[in-house]
């Protein structure tokens, strides 16, 4: 009879621990700037593991997911690629007020797939030796307004517009690097660098005096302003274990 209490005490322990999990576990929907997407990916993990949250990733362009949450996309919070953005949606009312920070101050690289195509101080940006340079929409990506700066500061703007080509967002951008059909690109150093080194291909690291800096600032949007698991992510993003994996990837705060 003791052992049947014993089993029966435990099961209840069980289901009891199971529903307890289940009552408080939430999902946050997260729009992730592109070159984001990668440590979010990890740093989702570890948030899951700790807390039994359920995190969804969507990653794009900055500039296309402010128009979506302004249409009415359910997204909770929004990492973006630029300060500007949260701070516009807090004062349209599309974000809580005051809930912004700055997650990461991201760094921008040319960078080919090809291992010695990129020297060390960019000077292949002024050789005549390829087709086609990849940046980012301007208009859309925080890194490619980054890219076209860096190159009128250059003085190679018009020289090279002829062989710009132009990807949605940084993802795309790489894409279209990384397949060949750009030789070399600008892209988000976060894309192509780990653990303290490019990973392939050649890259120069382009100096922070050629662009303005790139601060990547979070925002707690308005269909998560209720959602604790989106308030508990936000608090996440800024602990030690975040900037860890965060620093891994070449972003500096």
């Known amino acids: 009879m003791s052992t049947l209490r014993h089993t029966l005490a435990l099961v209840i322990t069980l289901l009891t ?10 999902e946050v ?8 997407i990668a440590p979010m990916k ?9 807390t039994g949250h359920k995190v969804v990733l969507s990653s794009g362009a900055t500039g296309k997911f402010y128009a979506q949450i302004k249409n009415g996309a359910p997204f909770d919070i929004l990492l973006a690629a630029d300060a500007a953005t949260p701070e516009k949606l807090e004062k349209e009312s599309a974000a809580v007020a005051g809930s912004h920070f700055t997650y990461a101050i991201g760094k921008l690289v040319l960078w080919s797939a090809k291992p010695g195509f990129v020297d060390r101080k960019g000077n292949v940006l ?10 980012a929409s301007p208009k859309l990506a925080p890194y490619g307004a980054a890219a076209m700066e860096t190159l009128i500061k250059l003085g190679l703007q018009e020289t090279l517009q ?18 060949g059909n750009a030789e070399l690109g600008f892209v988000a150093l976060s894309q192509v660098y780990k653990d303290g080194r490019v990973q392939n291909g050649s890259a120069w690291i382009v100096p922070d005096k050629l662009y303005h800096p790139i ?3 979070a925002v707690l949007l308005l269909p998560g302003k209720d959602n604790a698991a989106a308030v508990e992510l936000l608090k996440y993003l800024r602990s030690d274990a975040s900037r860890k994996i965060i620093k891994s990837y070449g972003y500096a705060f």
Request: no cysteine; proline share 0%.
């Open 42 to 50: 990890s740093i989702s993990a570890s948030f899951e593991k700790a």
């Open 17 to 26: 621990g199971a529903f307890s999990l289940s009552s408080f576990a939430a």
């Open 215 to 217: 601060k990547q600032d």
């Open 126 to 135: 002024k050789a005549k030796h390829f087709k086609h340079i990849a940046i």
């Open 162 to 179: 002829a062989k710009i080509v132009q990807g949605e967002n940084i993802a795309q951008t790489h894409q279209f690097i990384d397949s």
């Open 29 to 36: 929907k997260v729009a992730v700037a592109a070159n984001f």
